[in-house]
Each structure stands twice: as structure tokens, then as C-alpha cells.
């Protein structure tokens, strides 16, 4: 299984991203992909998960109402659209799946990581 996080970059506050995360190597079955962040000096945090079999999504509080997470099952696809970007979202925002659960806040839970792709948003 390989996970493939793309499309960070510099945004002006207020601004928005759509960060692609393309997996491959998933076969038939029940998983969630996961969006997690890291700051520079702080922990993992959980952004959010999509359920892979009927589309359910899960946000962390501080992102609700700015944050859309969607899936292309044709392009074995999840994106995290962000909107309203504040200076605190700035990190490095990473995807991962979590088989067999359903998009657990918990990142020991997940199974395989992708890379990060970093994320900057200026004041």
C-alpha cells in the first residue's frame, strides 16, 4: 500500500487548498483514510477521515465548516479541501489508512502513512 500526499504550498490567510491524497495498493475492503497535521514543535494532530465504503466523514473540531474531505473511487483518491486558512494550519499534513476502522483520531491506529506535504499560510 502506498499513500501519496500532494498539492501543499504558501497561501495567504483566508485563502484555500485541496490536498490530494492518492493510494494505491488498496484492495476490497473496509478502511479509512485519514488526514492528520504536524506543526513544527507540536504533536499529530487529527484533521479528519473518510470512510472508504460509503463515504462517512469525520472532522476535528478546529477545522469543522472550513474543511471538506471527498473521495474519488475511480482514481482511488481522497482530497482534503481546506478553505478559510488560518496561520495556525500551517504544517506538514499527511494521509494515512486505517484497515478494518473508520477513521479513528488516533494515529497508532493508522497502518500505513504517506509522506507529508507541507502547507504554509501567511498572515
Known amino acids: 500500500v502506498q499513500l501519496q500526499a500532494s498539492g501543499g504550498g504558501l497561501v495567504q490567510a483566508g485563502g484555500s487548498l485541496r490536498l490530494p491524497c492518492a493510494a494505491s495498493?488498496?484492495?476490497?475492503?473496509?478502511?479509512?483514510i485519514g488526514w492528520f497535521r504536524q506543526a513544527p514543535g507540536k504533536e499529530r494532530e487529527y484533521v479528519g477521515a473518510i470512510r472508504w465504503t460509503g463515504g462517512n466523514t469525520f472532522y476535528v473540531d478546529s477545522v469543522k465548516g472550513r474543511a471538506t474531505i471527498s473521495r474519488d473511487v475511480a482514481k482511488n483518491t481522497v482530497y482534503l479541501q481546506m478553505n478559510s486558512l488560518k496561520p495556525e494550519d500551517t504544517a506538514v499534513y499527511y494521509c494515512?489508512?486505517?484497515?478494518?476502522?473508520?477513521?479513528?483520531?488516533?494515529?497508532?491506529?493508522?497502518?500505513?502513512w504517506g509522506q507529508g506535504t507541507q502547507v504554509t499560510v501567511s498572515s
Open positions: 494515512a489508512a486505517d484497515f478494518g476502522g473508520w477513521g479513528t483520531s488516533v494515529a497508532n491506529e493508522y497502518d500505513y
Open positions: 495498493g488498496l484492495t476490497s475492503g473496509s478502511y479509512a
